[in-house]
């Protein structure tokens, strides 16, 4: 049971478990950044929870205007940072539901770097958690986390551990090499190393090709400009529903480059030929470990020397070489990723409900999926 420990006021509100974890709220990012960065900084993430990222989705239109910024600080009894959670509020439905800001494809909480910090009472975490959301002056409906790890370079996610958690319809896809890149190579199948190998001779024997990691800023503008013409023309050729194309997310991006581009962070490599651009690919590093978020290739053209798997290989062996270890393809199951060798890494949801409205939502939900699993038995006995 929490108890209110500190004045609610318009930014922040402080409640104490029983267990003496302490959450405070904060309504506004910069405050939290002010106050929390340096913790931030030093803390557990992937690459969705960087501080580069969160600056720009929450000071970005990708962040839709009726969502409402709600940072949630944990502490343990000594006034360790435990972790930091950048959380939203969006209405829904007529439901107020608090979900990880960002539009990430990882959802996590920052993990404090605090040597005492670890391991946390996931039970204790979540009772402190839900008692400060429920304390809310305009009151909350519903928690939604989705595609959360289950682990944080190493530690274990509290929230991932929480009785009700479900499998997420999403999977991770993460390659770790060692210090041998030519050893990884050769560990691929003979047929996957040699068309690789065959795609790159292609290539570089037309005049003025090359492989590009792009560091400068208007530079790399231009080559995402680029993706994302090639990536909206190939989903439109596919006649799939294409959302990255929109201001709002294509400010986004170019503000998550202008930010991360000279420490490293946004990275932002290509193949090109003369003044053409083959393929290009956009991703995020943390320390030893990378993430590719965007590719593209401009199509049937430079079809004979597969520049899309081409520009994997040729980022992952720079990067390598620069010191990245771990190479993480993201959410979504393709082939091509099979054949790099990822392994895959389970992501989990949790849901739950905080007032009467919530608690009946999920109980529609239920009905709803029961209904649809009776219909589908009934279907299969009949065929």
Avoid at 18 to 31: I, L, Q
Avoid at 44 to 70: C, K, M, V
Avoid at 74 to 95: M, N, Q, S, Y
Avoid at 162 to 186: C, F, K, Q
Wanted: glycine letters at 8%; aromatic letters at 8%; charged letters at 25%.
């Amino acid at each position: 049971m929490t108890e209110v420990a500190g004045a609610i006021t318009g930014a922040a509100q402080t409640t104490r478990d029983a267990s003496c974890v302490v959450v405070e709220v904060v309504r506004d990012w910069n405050e939290a950044c002010a106050r929390f960065g340096n913790e931030m900084a030093r803390g557990r993430i992937t690459p969705f929870q960087h501080r580069h990222w969160l600056d720009a989705w929450y000071g970005n239109a990708a962040s839709p205007r009726s969502d409402e910024p709600l940072i949630v600080v944990v502490t343990d009894r000594h006034r360790a940072i435990v972790a930091i959670l950048p959380l939203a509020i969006r209405r829904e439905r007529g439901l107020r539901i608090v979900e990880f800001a960002g539009s990430a494809d990882y959802n996590a909480p920052i993990m404090g770097a605090a040597p005492g910090a670890h391991p946390i009472d996931s039970g204790a975490f979540w009772s402190a958690l839900r008692g400060a959301l429920s304390r809310l002056p305009e009151g909350c409906d519903l928690v939604r986390f989705g595609k959360m790890p289950r682990t944080i370079t190493g530690i274990a996610n509290p929230l991932a551990a929480l009785p009700g958690t479900e499998p997420s319809a999403l999977t991770g896809h993460v390659l770790e090499i060692g210090d041998d890149y030519d050893a990884y190579r050769y560990s691929r199948e003979k047929t996957v190393r040699k068309e690789l190998e065959r795609s790159w001779r292609v290539f570089s024997k037309n005049d003025g090709a090359q492989f590009r990691r792009i560091t400068e800023l208007q530079p790399a503008l231009n080559v995402f400009t680029a993706l994302e013409a090639q990536q909206s023309a190939r989903m439109h050729e596919l006649g799939k529903d294409y959302s990255l194309d929109d201001e709002a997310c294509s400010d986004f991006h170019r503000d998550l480059i202008a930010r991360g581009l000279a420490d490293g962070y946004a990275v932002v490599t290509a193949l090109t030929c003369g003044d053409q651009i083959v393929a290009t690919l956009l991703g995020l590093r943390v320390k030893s470990s990378y993430l590719m978020l965007r590719i593209s290739n401009v199509g049937q053209a430079w079809a004979n020397c597969s520049p899309g798997r081409l520009i994997i290989e040729r980022s992952m062996a720079a990067l390598h070489a620069d010191g990245v270890r771990s190479f993480d393809f993201s959410v979504g199951t393709y082939d091509y990723k099979r054949r790099f060798g990822v392994q895959d890494v389970p992501l989990v949801d949790f849901t739950a409900a905080l007032s009467w409205r919530g608690r009946a939502f999920l109980g529609a939900r239920k009905l709803a999926r029961s209904i649809r699993g009776i219909a589908g038995s009934i279907r299969r006995r009949r065929g």
